[in-house]
């Protein structure tokens, strides 16, 4: 079929598709050469700034560095304390957890852990005895020997 055989609503509704992604493409442009615009206003800006402010910092460094400095070490100590504070507070909420019986995360491995522990600890305890019945045997025979 030729374009004049087909109905002229037709038509447009093969057209439309065209004509919204052409719209859409040139909202797009202009959004994009709007911030394009900002972008290089702001880049303007900050160089300017820098020019002007340039002279000021290096007249002023000497005092400026170890003012920055000092902020940013005092700056770090109060968020290392903190980031203590919470985990000492996470860790005291855990703990009441676990021995109010909640059974909050991880208290299997820990359960399973102490276990372990005194398993090893009444090992060790019947090693520790049995090696001290021995050196007493060894020393009463030390004794039965030198003695006769």
């Not at 909420?93 to 991880?106: F, Q, R």
């Not at 276990?115 to 060790?124: E, L, N, P, Q």
Request: charged share 15%; net charge positive.
């Amino acid at each position: 079929m030729s374009d004049q055989s087909k109905p002229t609503t037709q038509k447009l509704h093969e057209s439309a598709p065209a004509s919204r992604q052409a719209l859409r493409f040139l909202a797009a442009a202009a959004i994009g050469a709007g911030l394009l615009f900002l972008s290089g206003l702001t880049l303007t800006g900050t160089v300017m700034s820098l020019v002007i402010a340039t002279p000021v910092l290096v007249l002023f460094s000497p005092v400026l560095i170890p003012a920055a400095i000092l902020t940013l070490l005092t700056a770090a100590g109060f968020l290392f304390s903190g980031g203590c504070c919470v985990a000492a507070l996470m860790a005291l909420s855990w703990m009441y957890n676990y021995l109010a019986g909640k059974h909050p995360m991880g208290a299997d491995q820990v359960d399973y852990a102490r276990m372990r522990i005194g398993d090893k600890a009444r090992d060790m305890r019947e090693r520790a005895r049995e090696y001290g019945q021995y050196v007493q045997h060894k020393a009463h025979e030390a004794t039965q020997t030198h003695g006769s």
